[in-house]
Structure formats: C-alpha cells, structure tokens
C-alpha cells in the first residue's frame, strides 16, 4: 500500500507553523525575528528578497568607469578605522576581486570596521572614482553576501539592531522551501486563469521568489505572487460589492420626474456630454432595486454639483430626502449657499395640496447650527418637511433621524472612512438603504481607484464646461521671482481683473495660519500690493464676516482676496484670473491643482504663480503642476512621487498587505486581478469551490467583513 498523498499545504497552515521550528532558528533568533514582525513560516517566506545580486553580470573592478554608478562583488581584504579632527571617524577597506583592487571609505559609520570581516564576500554599489592613481568609492550601499553560492544571490532586509542577517534569513527560508516540497504549494488561482494571464504556479514562483536562477525567473515569479496579493484585494472587494447588491434593499427612485427636468432646463447651460452621460449612470442605479453605490472622479471645475443635485433631486421627486456631506464646516456651508442658489425658484410638486407647488428647501446643518434653528432643521428632516440636507459628519451623527431618506451624496471621500459611509447609510428608514454617491474632487488614477474603492462604480467626468481658458503656470523660485510675480497680480488688476493670494499652509495649526495670513496681508497691503484693495479669508472669521469678504469679492470691490486654504472648493469667481500660492512647495499635487482650479473659470487668459524660496535644485511637485493642467496626469505624476504609501492608509485594515505589488508599478496586474476577481466571484460567489483562495481571502478579513460577506 502507498502513503495517502497529503494535500498541498496552505499559507494559512504555514501561518499557523512557529518559525523556531525551523532549523537554525533558536530562541535568540525567534526574539530577532519576532521583532521585525516573522513569528510564523509563513511570515518567513513572505519575506522577500529586496534586492538581487546576479553574478554573471555584475561589473569587475577592472570594468568600473570612473564616474558612473555601478554594482561589483568583491572580497573584503582589509579594514580600519580612523578617528579625524572633530571626532568624525572614517573607515577604509581594502577590497578586490581577481580582476583588481578598490579602495572604500566610509565617513561617519563607524561600525563598518566591525561589520566589514577580512575575507566577507559583499556587493557594493556606487559611483568609482580616480582618487591618488586608483580606483575609490566613498560611501556606497553594501550588501552582505555571505558565502553564499548559484548565480543570483538574494540580499534580505537585514538588520543591524536585531542582529539578523541576509544569509541566516536565505538559509531558514532555504530549509522551509524544501520541507514544503514533499506536498508542494496548494494554488489558489484556477489553471485557466493563469493560462490567460500568463501566470506560473503558486510553488513555482514560491520557489523562483527565493531562489532565482536567471533575473528573468525572478520577475515570473514576483509577477505571480504580486498577482495573488492583488486578486486577494480585489476579491474581497468585489465579493463586498456583490454582497451589497444581493443583499441590500434599496429604493427604487422615481428618474422620470418633473423635477430634474425642470432642474435641467433652469441652469443657464447646456449640460456637457459627460455630464448627461454620468447623470444617466446615476439615475440607472437609482430607480434599480439595489442601492447605488458609485464614485464620481471629476477634475475641479468639470461641474460635478449639477450631477450631484440631479441625483438629490432624484430621490426628492419621489416624495424622498437628500442629503449632502461635506468634510469641513466650511465646504458644507458652501455647498449650501451654492446649491441654494442653484435650485433658487424650483418648485416641487406638493402632494399636500392637490395643486400646489412649493419652493425645494434645503437647509444647512453642521455643529455651529444650534438652538432653535437646530431644533427647526431636525423636525424638518424628521417629518419630512425639508427636500434637501447639507452638511457636515454632523448629520450621521445620533439623533438625526430623516422621514425618508433617498440618496446621500459624500463629497471630497478620501477624508471619510468607510465606517462613516457605513453610517450614514443606517440613516435610511424601514430598512431601505439609501443610494450613496461619493464624489471626489482629486482625481485618483485608475488603478489606484480600482483598489482603494473597488467596491464603487465609477464614473467619470472627463469633461471640461466649454469656455475655459487654460491656465498658464510658472514657478517664483526664490525672492527675485516672486517680483514678477506680484508685477503680474497689478497688470491683472490694472486691467481689471482680480487676485487670490494663498496663504503659507500651516499643518499643525490653524491658530499658526491665520496669524500667517495677517502677516501676509500686512505686507502685501504696505510693500508688494501697496495701494490695491485688498481683502481677507480665513476659517476662523465668522460666518458673517466671511459671506461679507466674498460678497466683496464677487463685486469686485475688493481686487485681492488673500486666504488660506479655505478658497480651495467652491469659491468662484470667473473675474478672478491669477492666483499667487506662497511656500507653494509645503502642499500637495492634489491640493495645488485643487487651489489652481479657482482660476480659469472665465473668458480670459489665466496665469497661476507657485512661489517657493530660494530652492537650489528641483521641485518635483511644483515642476509637475507647471507641467500639466490634468488633474488625472497630475495624479499618476503624484502616485509616482509620493508612491502609495498616502494612498494605502485611507484602505481598511488587512488591505495593506501589498508586499511585492505595487499599485503605481504594476497597474496592468492590477486591472488583471479586478478581472479575474469578477469572474471567479460571479460565477461562485460565496467561493464554495474555491477553497484555497478563500482561505486565503479570509485570512485578510476583519470580523465585520466577514459578518458582513458570510452572513448567510
Ligand atoms: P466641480 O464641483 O466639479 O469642481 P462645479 O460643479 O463647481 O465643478 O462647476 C464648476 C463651474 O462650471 C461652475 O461655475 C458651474 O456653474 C459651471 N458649469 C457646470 N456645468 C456646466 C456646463 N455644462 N456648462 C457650462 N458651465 C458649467
Ligand atoms: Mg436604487
């Protein structure tokens, strides 16, 4: 009789293997290891190589050209160690090998006399160059090699503090492949899905990760494995979306109403082609039986408003609420004056009076609505009386209670979390969801919006409302600079046009911004802009105060508006065509061409200035702005920069596992996965016959998520 063949082994088995079972890993190195997070096999072997060092192509010493960046494998020959004037230390190596000798020094790492032994094997990489007749580096980036053997040596994040090092790590990683051999790895993608996509086993790549034999394996295999982390995300985010529409009892909204028409024919505009073709996608979801749940990426200025108030309008044709949510006090009082305006004498069908019609009324409620006017707005949302709600988190908050609430639209989401989505979504009645629109004003690339809301539709307003002129952008770089800059703002005004200024941003403080503001105000009012009427915003005037500034404005008494951040959204003003933004580089991509946007809403030429100190060198961000109007280019450029780091926090927990793949490099895989998770999903939604990836699925998931996607 043979031995039953045991199954392919799991990583959530190998989760469950202590790593001090492996050979080597004794109680010191358990402790080392734990410390930088490996407690399980598993962990282990998703430790992966940072870096490789190929043997057969790396440059000899005798190849290395002076000046040029190259990486050599030598032998350590001899070390020592100075101590210089000021107590700054440099250690010098000795090192060769076979084709010549190098000289090394390292300024200031004075334990490199220890960690450089006589006769260690090490790759070096850095710049060679001629120094007293031959050949030096001066500080390059070591690696250990060991004495490792076979052509590609795989170098592991090492480290120094709790003493673990690359060849210790290959080695247990070494012992824990060959034990996993017997039973090989179990694979959780179907073959003919790595068929399409060209995809290498599961044990394969486990294998080819860790122990390449040519550069090109090891692409194959971190191409595979990159793969799996990203169809692990996308499954659950599309098992979440399916969850949501079998489950979820939405209301199925009324889309031929009078009112949107009405809406429609009142604006002084035609709607663009992608705003009726967005507004379409709305309103298929809305009179559908599941709730919507869609993200809407417009760039600043694309007119997302009139597709938002379509959909509010949706549910309030139906004898439904609305509900608008705003991130900042601010932005919600904003939103309510400008959609105020926009609906100023609509009028609804009142089905309490046979041939009546009243005014739409929409109402503002944030924490600074209090007493009376507080108590008015949550009877009037209570029984029914008010169509249209915007504000702040204040309104999911307890006690808010709506008649009948219909679609909720989320604006500027990157500073919601899902639980708070989650909320508002609670806020329906008689158990019917509410259809939510998200809607962002920083454009996300499309990989990136494929991951981070993977369980929204998406539609997108690629569309910019006829009559813009593009804006021009020019960097101030240092003090002379910025004279051309203010020499600009009084043409402009001369001709009769209008300034924003920006204030410094001040992260930590609003209290420290607003001071700033006054400064800047101060000196532009004596010095660079002496004799032009010039006013002041910030989020800390009151409400009033505020109305009063941009009444001023917008009549143009007042040729300069200095502010901080708080004219980032919805501040327009077609008159106003240069903008001056002060220590441009302290902000973001995404906020300067949020800021940029209030500009170039007219007929004439528009001119943006990001004014920085003196930078001696590149400013990538302020560069990328003066390079693009894009809001989407500017996003890919900004994902590149900043990789995805910034991204993936706004991701719930356990989305993060991303170790080899990355969403800005590998973008192809990322649509592959989305792919592949819809059709594995789709055609097994509860993933029965898919047990491995669910296992594996479930080894990322929350206890709410899994509440929520295996209820049943
Ligand atoms: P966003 O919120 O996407 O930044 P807004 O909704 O504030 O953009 O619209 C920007 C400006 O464009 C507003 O002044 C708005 O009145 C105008 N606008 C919107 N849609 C159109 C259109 N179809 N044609 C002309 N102008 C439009
Ligand atoms: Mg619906």
Redesign the pocket.
């Known amino acids: 009789m043979t031995e039953p063949v045991a199954d392919p082994i799991t990583l959530g088995e190998l989760g469950d293997i202590p790593v001090e079972r492996l050979r080597g890993v004794g109680d010191k190195k358990q402790a080392a290891l734990a410390e930088v997070g490996v407690t399980s096999v598993l962990d282990l072997l998703t430790t992966y190589p940072r870096r490789f060092v190929d043997r057969t192509s790396e440059a000899r010493i005798s190849d290395l050209i002076p000046g040029q960046e190259a990486l050599v494998l030598v032998t350590v020959r001899s070390v020592t160690k100075k101590t210089m004037r000021n107590r700054r230390t440099m250690v010098e190596a000795r090192v060769g090998d076979g084709s010549g000798g190098l000289h090394v020094v390292f300024f200031n790492q004075p334990w490199r006399e220890k960690q450089l032994r006589e006769g260690l094997q090490i790759a070096l990489f850095g710049k060679a160059e001629v120094y007293r007749g031959g050949l030096q580096m001066t500080n390059p980036i070591v690696d250990l090699i060991g004495d490792r053997t076979g052509k590609i040596v795989p170098i592991y994040p090492q480290s120094d503090k709790v003493q673990l090092n690359t060849w210790e790590i290959a080695a247990w990683v070494e012992n824990a492949l060959e034990r996993c051999a017997a039973r090989g790895f179990a694979d959780p993608i179907p073959l003919a899905i790595r068929r399409r996509h060209g995809l290498i086993d599961r044990g394969r790549a486990m294998h080819q990760i860790h122990l390449p034999e040519t550069m090109g394996e090891k692409e194959q295999a971190r191409r595979r494995l990159a793969f799996d982390e990203l169809l692990r995300v996308q499954v659950v985010l599309v098992m979440r979306k399916r969850a949501v529409e079998r489950d979820q009892r939405g209301i199925r909204h009324n889309t031929s109403g009078e009112l949107v028409r009405r809406f429609h024919a009142a604006l002084p ?4 082609g992608a ?1 009726q073709r967005t507004i379409a996608e709305v309103e298929a979801d809305l009179a559908g039986p599941h709730p919507m749940h869609r993200l809407l990426q ?9 597709v938002a108030v379509s959909a509010l309008l949706c549910a309030v044709q139906g004898g439904h609420q609305g509900a608008l949510m705003a991130p900042t006090e601010v932005l919600a009082e904003q939103h309510a004056t400008g959609v105020q305006q926009l609906l100023d004498g609509l009028r609804v069908p009142d089905v309490k009076n046979l041939f009546g019609e009243r005014q739409v009324r929409v109402v503002l409620l944030t924490n600074r609505v209090t007493g009376q006017d507080r108590r008015d707005v949550m009877s009037g949302l209570a029984d029914g009386n008010i169509d249209i709600v915007i504000g702040t988190h204040a309104l999911i908050q307890e006690g808010v209670a709506f008649h009948s609430l219909g679609v909720v639209v989320i604006d500027e989401q990157h500073r919601f979390g899902v639980d708070q989505r989650a909320a508002l979504r609670t806020k329906g009645s008689h158990d019917a969801v509410p259809d939510v629109l998200v809607m962002t ?1 920083t454009p996300i690339p499309r990989t990136a919006a494929m991951t981070v809301y993977g369980d929204l539709d998406v539609s997108v ?1 690629d569309e910019m ?3 813009r002129t593009p804006i021009k952008t020019y960097w101030a770089n240092g003090p002379l600079m910025e004279l051309a800059a203010w020499g600009d703002v009084r043409d402009a005004v001369a001709a009769g046009r209008q300034a924003y200024v920006v204030c410094p941003l001040i992260d930590e403080s609003e209290k420290l911004e607003v001071a700033s503001a006054h400064e800047t105000l101060e000196r532009l009012v004596h010095q660079d802009l002496h004799g032009l009427r010039i006013g002041l915003l910030h989020g800390r005037l009151p409400s009033a105060e505020k109305e009063a500034v941009m009444n001023s404005f917008r009549a143009g008494d007042l040729q300069v508006l200095v502010a901080t951040t708080v004219i980032e959204v ?1 501040v ?1 003003v077609a008159n106003a065509t240069i903008m001056v933004i002060l220590d441009a580089d302290r902000f973001g991509i995404a906020q300067l061409h949020q800021l940029r ?1 209030r500009v170039g ?1 007219g007929a004439h030429a528009s001119v943006c200035w990001l004014v920085t100190g003196d930078i001696d060198g590149k400013s990538p961000r302020v560069e990328a702005l003066v390079g693009s109007t894009d809001g989407f280019e500017l996003a890919e450029a900004d994902l590149d920069l900043r990789g995805e780091g910034t991204l993936m926090n706004t991701m719930q927990k356990g989305r993060s596992d991303l170790k080899l793949a990355s969403i800005r490099r590998d973008r192809e895989l990322v649509v592959l996965a989305r792919d592949a998770a819809f059709q594995i999903v789709d055609s097994d939604p509860m993933l029965v016959n898919h047990q491995v990836l669910l296992n594996e699925v479930r080894l990322l998931l929350s206890a709410d998520d899994e509440a929520f996607l295996f209820k049943s």
């Open positions: 505009y035609p709607l663009t705003q417009g760039d600043v200025g694309s007119g997302k408003t009139v004003a307003l409302p006829p009559g919805g327009d946007g809403r």
